[in-house]
């Protein structure tokens, strides 16, 4: 049976989102090492360099892991499919005449929108559109990710002006 509600959203977002809930934080949540996974053999040749194109910018922000590869790869397969799709709708058109008479839409419009559609759903797991980055609070400063126990604790140290009671 499935659960009710929304799904929940990684300990991982929410920090990068500045935990907008301001609900207690999942401290004991698996984190995997923040490396992308290898390239599946198997994907689409548009698949792979979608893959290509963004797996190391992925993996630089800490948003793609080795236990993301599914997800990544619906991805990019959605990806190659979709402009699969998009190519054959520009080169014939999105409708035909059927031996009837009748026109009717192309089966690559349905294709298209379909894997669009997934593109969507994967983008916003990954952070892979301007709103789902929107979202997200990177410090690109050492590559860490805010909410880092390590960048808390250095945070949490005052400044010697701030010791001496002097402003700039």
Request: glycine share 8%; charged share 30%; proline share 8%.
């Amino acid at each position: 049976m499935a659960g009710r509600g929304r799904p929940p959203k990684p300990t991982a977002i929410k920090e990068l989102e500045g935990n907008p809930g301001k609900r207690p934080l999942n401290k004991n949540e698996p984190r995997p090492v923040k490396r992308a996974p290898k390239c599946p053999s198997w994907l689409e040749p548009d698949a792979k360099k979608e893959w290509r194109r963004l797996s190391k910018e992925l993996e630089s922000m800490g948003l793609l892991t080795q236990v993301d590869m599914a997800a990544f790869a619906g991805y990019c397969q959605a990806y190659a499919r979709w402009k699969e799709a998009e190519e054959f709708i520009s080169k014939h058109g999105s409708i035909f005449k059927t031996s009837s008479g009748y026109i009717q839409q192309i089966p690559q419009v349905s294709i298209a929108q379909q894997n669009l559609k997934q593109m969507r759903n994967f983008c916003s797991e990954l952070g892979l559109s301007p709103s789902a980055r929107s979202r997200l609070n990177i410090n690109n400063s050492g590559n860490t990710i805010e909410g880092d126990e390590m960048e808390e604790l250095l945070l949490s140290i005052p400044k010697a002006e701030d010791l001496m009671g002097r402003s700039d």
